[in-house]
């Protein structure tokens, strides 16, 4: 059975700090996604990587996606509270039904 | 407006009710899931369907019944449950043949069994 344990599971920062949540798994996958759910709303797909040392940006977010592709990591740049919401890494061995999701990071961040 | 729409938001109903979830998609996809969101619990995935045919059932108690009557309609129907079935359940699509699978999610029906 894949795991992907997230971590810290819960961070609570004030706007404009930095922060870094990190999804590792022993297991080796294809793909890392990364999805941002808001209260009362379902997940929303934030990016896919595919290759392993792959790093993109989106805006103030930036991923990592390890070597081995075992592991993933999520970095903020000055959190607002727009970012707000509980993120879930997701690894992919092919198809969307192949998916292991991570145990979720809540994060708040506050004025 | 998502491409996912899932009805109702909000559901309570007792141990010996009938109800039924309905999750429709706009994005031309053919693929469409059902998950399970528990709190403390990562998604857990309960059905696949393919081109209107179920493709996987992970090991989901018959209280549970999925119904797909074309690629872009999924309807869960509800019987019997127990309290511990109280949770978010997600309603997603994906395009097929993509081999990096992101899905696409609705907002989720939150059901309460007493």
């Known amino acids: 059975t894949q795991l992907l344990e997230q971590s810290p599971q819960f961070l609570s920062i004030q706007e404009g700090e930095n922060l870094t949540v990190y999804c590792n798994s022993s297991?080796?996958?294809?793909?890392l996604q990364w999805y941002r759910q808001e209260p009362g709303e379902g997940p929303v797909l934030l990016v896919t990587?595919?290759?392993?040392?792959e790093v993109k940006k989106l805006k103030r977010l930036t991923f990592q996606f390890g070597d081995a592709r075992k592991d993933s990591s999520l970095h903020i740049t000055a959190a607002q509270p727009g970012d707000t919401g509980l993120y879930l890494c997701?690894?992919?061995?092919?198809?969307?039904?192949?998916?292991?999701f991570g145990t979720g990071t809540r994060l708040q961040v506050t004025l | 407006e998502t491409g996912v729409t899932q009805t109702p938001r909000h559901l309570v109903m007792g141990m010996t009710n009938k109800k039924s979830l309905k999750c429709e998609q706009h994005l031309g996809h053919n693929a469409m899931y059902w998950y399970k969101q528990s709190a403390k619990k990562p998604l857990e995935l309960m059905f696949v369907y393919n081109f209107k045919e179920q493709t996987e059932n992970n090991s989901v108690p018959s209280r549970f019944s999925p119904e797909c009557p074309n690629s872009s309609h999924l309807f869960l129907h509800l019987h019997t449950l127990q309290p511990e079935d109280s949770a978010l359940y997600l309603c997603?699509?994906?395009?097929?043949?993509?081999?990096?699978?992101?899905?696409?999610f609705g907002e989720g029906s939150r059901l309460t069994v007493l």
């Open positions: 990587v595919v290759t392993g040392g």
């Open positions: 997603a699509s994906s395009p097929l043949f993509v081999n990096t699978g992101e899905l696409f």
């Open positions: 997701a690894g992919g061995s092919g198809t969307a039904s192949k998916l292991t």
């Open positions: 297991s080796v996958f294809s793909s």
